[in-house]
């Protein structure tokens, strides 16, 4: 059986190693089939390409979109895309622009509760403003000690209701699978148990991505726990969707299931690499 993970990060937007290395550390894992999913960039895609081949892995070229829906900030990974395609190239750009006002604007409300220097401490570990996430910040604010690791982050600071919270308007779904349809790829919605909405809102979402043309869902990720694989495994199928696979590995460590441990996709679900090879 193949072992495929279709959602990692490289550290081209907010992961910890450059593309070589996330395909090494993929290969030395086990993994047959992988793909690049930086956040909202794709520039990451030919040096992966390039590692993975050299590695004898097969290689999916992907990306993860970032959009607002309900008010929620939701994520669709695009599979197999072209990174040249124009509209794909250009829709990613405008959706960079505003991370680096968002990222002072997050480093104001950090300043505001006693933690200086939050935007400078964040551009260390991005180096370019325009990529600037949550995550970043998170990483500095356990190198400063505020916190132990990015999940003890995640729940005193940088979500809604706590200090360091700044929304941002992302794209919208329609223009998300858009481009990655423009691009020749797969939409996918990454992680969908991760999100707080309402059965009648994740219905909606449902409903919408489908008539867009999206195709698939992830049902096993490292951001799904053990409980939501059934449950996604069974939306995927009242849905007609297939069903998508990936740590959404961003480093060594932090990650709640390293590539070794993901398990496989339920047996009553068709992966979205079902014809691929």
Request: net charge negative; with cysteine.
């Amino acid at each position: 059986m193949l072992k495929v993970d279709l959602h990692c990060h490289s550290n081209v937007s907010d992961g910890v190693l450059p593309p070589e290395r996330v395909a090494a550390y993929a290969h030395q894992s086990g993994v047959d089939v992988w793909a690049l999913t930086d956040h909202d960039e794709i520039s990451g895609i030919k040096p992966a390409r390039a590692a993975a081949q050299q590695l004898g892995m097969q290689f999916v070229a992907g990306v993860e979109i970032s959009v607002t829906y309900a008010n929620e900030t939701v994520h669709i990974v695009g599979l197999r895309v072209d990174e040249d395609n124009a509209s794909l190239v250009q829709g990613l750009e405008a959706t960079r622009n505003g991370r680096d006002a968002r990222g002072r604007d997050i480093a104001a409300q950090l300043a505001a509760v006693g933690i200086p220097d939050a935007y400078e401490g964040a551009l260390k570990y991005v180096g370019n403003p325009d990529l600037m996430s949550r995550t970043h910040f998170a990483r500095y604010l356990v190198e400063l000690g505020v916190c132990n690791n990015t999940p003890e982050v995640f729940r005193k600071y940088l979500t809604e209701g706590k200090p360091g919270y700044v929304p941002h308007r992302w794209a919208s779904l329609q223009q998300a699978v858009g481009w990655i349809q423009d691009a020749g790829g797969i939409a996918v919605i990454a992680h969908p148990g991760r999100y707080k909405f309402s059965a009648l809102v994740e219905g909606a979402l449902f409903d919408e991505f489908k008539q867009l043309g999206g195709q698939a869902i992830e049902v096993v990720t490292g951001s799904h726990t053990p409980d939501q694989y059934p449950k996604y495994a069974e939306l995927a199928n009242r849905y007609g969707f297939l069903a998508s696979r990936g740590t959404d590995f961003h480093a060594p460590g932090e990650a709640r299931v390293e590539f070794a441990q993901l398990p496989p996709l339920p047996s009553s679900v068709t992966p979205v690499w079902h014809d691929w090879f």
